[in-house]
């Protein structure tokens, strides 16, 4: 495995995967274009028509392809402000083709200065959670099967913020060359 130590395999959690991201990314030269080429949907959230369209065609690769496909669910970044409010489009595509949720967590980033849009040497926790079953879960009830699995990622960020104010005490673990842990 690459810089990862994992108790999960990390190559089939990202092979066969597209991501969805807003179409803002797309004029991000030359990370835009790659992206494209790359086969990732991009989303106009101003235009909720071509969003669900966009949305319809990624739950047909999940269902006819078996393409795994990885969401921000917030749609935007917080600014180092916990989690925002998940928006609906990855729990209607799950909820539609009845494909669980796998969860990913990322402890929050200390070594971010939001301000200045600046970063500095830092380290972090990925942690990924069971997959979620949405057997059982319709439509009806989208926004809050989202909730639950928000509430269950929130408490997972505030568990790793915990474990990663510690580890900085660790000048040891500060010191690794490989600052990224993949736990299970």
């Not at 392809?65 to 935007?76: A, C, D, F, M």
């Amino acid at each position: 495995m690459p810089f990862f130590v994992a108790k999960v395999n990390v190559r089939e959690l990202i092979s066969r995967s597209t991501l969805i991201v807003k179409k803002e990314i797309l004029y991000l030269v030359p990370f835009g274009q790659l992206s494209w080429l790359a086969g990732v949907a991009f989303v106009n959230r101003s235009n909720s028509a071509q969003a669900n369209k966009v949305l319809d065609d990624c739950e047909k690769l999940l269902v006819n392809k078996n393409i795994k496909i990885w969401v921000y669910p917030e749609g935007t970044r917080s600014y180092g402000k916990g989690m925002l409010q998940f928006k609906r489009g990855a729990f209607k595509i799950a909820i539609n083709a009845q494909a669980p949720v796998v969860p990913i967590v990322i402890s929050p980033y200390y070594f971010m200065d939001y301000k200045n849009n600046t970063m500095s040497k830092g380290h972090g926790i990925i942690s990924v959670l069971d997959p979620i079953p949405t057997k059982g879960w319709t439509m009806d009830k989208c926004d809050e099967f989202a909730e639950n699995v928000r509430q269950l990622m929130m408490a997972e960020y505030e568990k790793l913020g915990k474990e990663l104010t510690v580890m900085q005490q660790d000048t040891d673990w500060l010191n690794v060359k490989r600052p990224i842990r993949l736990v299970k």
